[in-house]
């Protein structure tokens, strides 16, 4: 089951220069040509979005506060980066955007249900695994992930969640949110050497570690599959609770065409893209644990070559189920 929304958020509209919005051009153009409509979600929630009580669920009163209110030029350039990369452009109403965030991160809410009723969905948005219980950051306004999953919990849907982050940027800010909440198990397999990580102390949030951190370093990429395959391992063999839901933090950006520069600290094939998505799936198949995928990160026109291949191996695997 595909969940896509019916909107986009375009960027570039806001001064943000981020090769983001290409992926998905070329992903709903792939679909559109070689399958037909029902293999989407019927789409029954427009305009539908999160509330502040939701928001809350992750994020801290003050940052919340600020986020909702009408003055929010700092916290935007801040999360979308725009003056460090020098941007003097006059004040932007920023305030469409984040409503659109608002409405996205619903989505990644709903994905989950259905995920839980279907026991398997992708939906084609999602992933803010950066944003941080104080802050936005990493092109992330707001943590999707934990939101949503404590939606659930708190709606009684769900008591245990593995979030399995495998975007090349550790999910700093999921395991920020989720440290020493013994609802969340997260597993976060990531660039070793690079942001978020990088020239940071011991005591930054973005250093809280994970359940399973697993670092690659430079040239490390023939490990990479051995690495996430002992990561799901440890995942059974911990003695943990099986979990209702797992959220796949789906990132494409450790492909070695992705386009974002920072990202060039692991540059997996497209071959060994394939299978690390076929990896989880099965895994998490082999185990009857419902899954929602959210794409994360994942730069420029190639991008969507990536998540084309899988969902194009995903949609023959389901059909024959
Ligand atoms: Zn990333």
């Known amino acids: 089951m595909i969940l896509k929304k019916d ?7 806001f001064g943000i ?3 983001l919005g290409e992926r998905m051009d070329i992903i709903l153009d792939h679909l559109t040509s070689n399958y037909s409509d029902n293999i989407y979600y019927p789409n029954d929630f427009q305009n539908l979005r999160l509330t502040k009580d939701d928001v809350l669920l992750a994020h801290t009163n003050i ?3 600020e986020l909702l209110g009408d003055n929010i030029d700092r916290i935007m350039r801040n999360c979308y980066e725009l003056d460090l990369h020098g941007d003097k452009e006059p004040r932007l109403d920023f305030r469409p955007l984040r409503d659109l965030i608002l409405r996205e991160a619903y989505y990644t809410y709903q994905g989950m249900k259905l995920a839980i009723q279907h026991g398997f969905c992708y939906f084609l948005g999602g992933g ?3 944003a941080m219980s104080f802050s936005g950051r990493g092109f992330c306004l707001i943590n999707d992930i934990v939101i949503g999953a404590k939606k659930l919990m708190r709606e009684h849907l769900i008591k245990k969640v593995w979030v399995i982050d495998v975007d090349a940027h550790k999910g700093d800010g999921t395991s920020e949110i989720c440290y020493q909440d013994s ?3 997260t ?9 978020p990580l990088c020239g940071k102390n ?4 973005e250093m809280i570690p994970s359940n399973i951190d697993i670092p690659v370093g430079l040239n490390e990429e023939r490990n990479y599959l051995a690495k996430l395959s ?3 391992n440890k995942l059974e063999k911990e003695g943990l609770p099986k979990p209702e839901l797992a959220i796949v933090v789906d990132g494409a950006d450790p492909y070695e065409e992705d386009e974002l520069p920072g990202t060039s600290g692991l540059k997996l094939t497209k071959t060994q893209m394939l299978a690390r998505d076929q990896m989880i799936y099965r895994f998490l198949q082999s185990n009857h644990i419902p899954m929602l995928f959210v794409m994360g990160g994942g730069y420029g026109k190639k991008a969507g070559q990536i998540y084309i291949q899988f969902l194009d191996w995903l949609l023959k695997q389901r059909s024959c189920e």
């Open 187 to 195: 597993l976060s397999i990531h660039m070793q050497y690079a942001w």
């Open 7 to 13: 909107f986009n958020v375009n960027l570039a509209q």
């Open 17 to 19: 220069d981020i090769p």
């Open 128 to 130: 803010m695994h950066h």
């Open 63 to 65: 940052y919340v506060e």
């Open 183 to 185: 609802n969340f198990f």
């Open 230 to 232: 002992a990561g799901l």
């Open 202 to 205: 011991p005591g930054d949030p």
